[in-house]
């Protein structure tokens, strides 16, 4: 049935979205009450803004959703699916109010923050956080409920075959050549078992086959988890052990443990993704949007922090449509800039885009005013742990960025490379297709080539 292919897994993918966007805004809004004991302006405006950010970003996952399953309520279903997608449909309505009064309540702690007024707000932020709550358990609730429609249009099907299946019967026995049909089906059987057999032996076979890969991805992420979480456990443990001799209050304690909690939840976010591409599950959320905008609506969130002595330039064709996975690609610019700022002390960082309709490619550039990279790591420069700076023994990164940007980029057909300029600095280039392509190993030959 088509609501089974086009509904579930867009529905899906974009309530997942959803949910990880609503833990993001709640960090948010955490880091903000923080930053305004602390009384620190600054780092207080960022996680504003951040905020307000990521409930635009809900609002686009959530009419994604919400047009989806109006779309199919008008099809021509049976009135038990009819009856779901009326209840889903319900139930996204009650999200998007509890929502919008979420908003509004964090609109009003803003607002009191803003004024630099000194009411007491214990009672309006523990009904935000029940509001928090509330949004995310109705939003598991809502993805059980996509399943649970799936499962039911799955044995609806099942039930029409074994309808079909039994009418069959009927008319051959009314035939009168009961043993025609029985020498049929006996033959019929012998052939569906041979091919079951094979094909159960071939499964047990590719079984065998992916738990041998199994136990050595196994072993490469026990040392990838390994190596990277214990980098932001010791500067926790530094600020307990400040705080309880006194050397720090315990304000500044929080404060620092909150950061490298985030920093932590970042390297354990990563880590997964390299998990999930190791093992072939990364899915890819294709979507038709404007390239030109995201590159602004990302190089402005930047300008919005930076220190005076870098600037970010954009050069941009403007109306430029790309079919990608818009969250993914944004992933990939974010690490590039990312790394652009880490090692541009002072200088420019330019952002270009440009495209070739007649090739089916867009390129964009990120080129900086730093270092460049080391001449030993350039040939491997987007493989896991690959952090070895031009000045020092090592970047303070994770080193997994480069490898995770390579695989969404390969993902998509597309190709991803980086060379040091001749005066100064490095570029990074990336290049997707315009469209979609539907081999895309096929397409990444072809651009490298």
């Given amino acids: 049935m088509k609501v089974l292919s086009d509904l579930n897994m867009p529905v899906g993918q974009g309530i997942t979205r959803m949910y990880s966007i609503q833990q993001m805004q709640q960090n948010s809004f955490d880091d903000t009450i923080t930053y305004q004991k602390l009384s620190n302006q600054k780092n207080y405006e960022i996680a504003k803004i951040q905020f307000e950010s990521y409930s635009n ?19 021509d279903l049976d009135d038990d699916t009819i009856k779901d997608l009326t209840i889903m449909s319900t139930n996204l309505n009650e999200i998007e109010s509890i929502h919008l009064q979420y908003i509004q309540k964090v609109g009003q702690v803003f607002n009191t923050y803003d004024n630099n007024q000194v009411n007491n707000l214990d009672t309006t932020i523990t009904a935000i956080k029940a509001q928090q709550n509330q949004i995310n358990l109705k939003t598991i609730l809502l993805n059980d409920e996509v399943q649970k429609l799936t499962d039911s249009l799955n044995a609806g099907v099942e ?26 089906f006996l033959n019929l ?18 079984a065998n086959k992916k738990l041998e890969r199994m136990n050595v991805l196994k072993d490469d992420f026990i040392n990838i988890a390994s190596h990277e979480l214990k980098s932001p456990l010791h500067p926790i443990y530094g600020f307990v052990e400040l705080a309880r001799n006194g050397d720090i209050g315990s304000e500044e304690a929080l404060a620092g443990i909150s950061k490298q909690a985030r920093q932590l939840e970042e390297v ?4 997964l ?3 999930r591409i190791d093992n072939g599950i990364l899915y890819l959320s294709y979507e038709k949007f404007s390239l ?37 690609i944004g992933q990939v610019i974010r690490n590039l800039i990312n790394n652009a700022l880490k090692f541009t002390e002072k200088g420019n960082i330019k952002i270009t885009m440009q495209s070739n309709i007649q090739k089916n490619f867009v390129e964009v550039t990120i080129s900086d005013s730093g270092p460049g990279i080391h001449k030993d790591i350039l040939p491997n420069l987007f493989n896991k742990f690959i952090t070895k700076g031009p000045k020092s023994e090592s970047w303070n990164g994770n080193g997994l960025g480069g490898d995770l940007s390579r695989e969404i980029i390969n993902a998509h057909g597309g190709h991803i490379f980086a060379d040091n300029n001749k005066d100064v600095g490095a570029t990074f280039k990336v290049t997707i297709p315009v469209m979609k392509h539907l081999n895309t190993k096929e397409l990444h030959q072809k651009i490298m080539n």
């Fill in 189 to 206: 059987i012998n052939k569906d078992l041979v091919r079951e057999v094979i094909k159960k032996t071939r499964s047990l076979q590719n």
């Fill in 268 to 271: 354990a976010n990563r880590i």
């Fill in 292 to 328: 030109s905008d995201l590159l602004i609506e990302i190089s402005s969130s930047y300008r919005l922090n930076l220190d005076e002595k870098i600037t970010i330039e954009t050069v941009l064709e403007k109306e430029i449509d790309v079919e990608a996975d818009r969250v993914r």
């Fill in 273 to 275: 993704d390299v998990s």
């Fill in 159 to 184: 039930e029409s075959k074994q309808k079909s299946f039994t009418l069959q019967m009927i008319i051959i026995a009314s035939t009168g050549v009961m043993s025609l049909a029985l020498g049929y």
């Fill in 57 to 75: 970003e809900w609002n686009y996952e959530f009419k994604k959703v919400k047009d989806l399953t109006d779309t199919f309520l008008n099809y």
